[in-house]
């Protein structure tokens, strides 16, 4: 299985920007998706979660209102639209598909997107 990030950059506070994670090697409509951030000197946090159909979603407090979480079945990619961005959104973005009853996950690490948001 293959996970590939993309879409981060740099931007001003206020600003917006889309990840993607294409996912390949797996029926990716079978896996909820979530996306997870690691800023420097920091632990992997959890950002936002959606489930296999694209029904519920869930976010951290800290984006919500802000995160909108979405997948295309089809192309395999799950989408995060961010929005109204701040400093402390700087980080790595990971994707990744957890498990329910372990802290682990069913997909390897992908490489990540840095998003950097500048005040």
């Known amino acids: 299985v293959q996970v590939v990030e993309s879409g981060g950059g740099l931007v001003q506070a206020g600003g917006s920007l889309r990840l993607s994670c294409e996912v390949s090697?797996?029926?990716?409509?079978?896996?909820?998706v979530g996306w997870y951030r690691q800023a420097p000197g920091k632990e992997r946090e959890f950002v936002a979660r959606i489930s296999t159909s694209g029904g519920p979603t869930y976010y951290a407090d800290s984006v919500k209102g802000r995160f909108t979480i979405s997948r295309d079945n089809a192309k395999n990619t799950a989408y995060l639209q961010m929005n109204n961005l701040k400093p402390e959104d700087t980080a790595i973005y990971y994707c990744n598909s957890p498990h329910d009853y372990s802290d682990s996950y069913f997909w390897p690490w992908g490489q990540g997107t840095q998003v950097t948001v500048s005040s």
């Open positions: 090697g797996r029926k990716f409509n079978n896996y909820d």
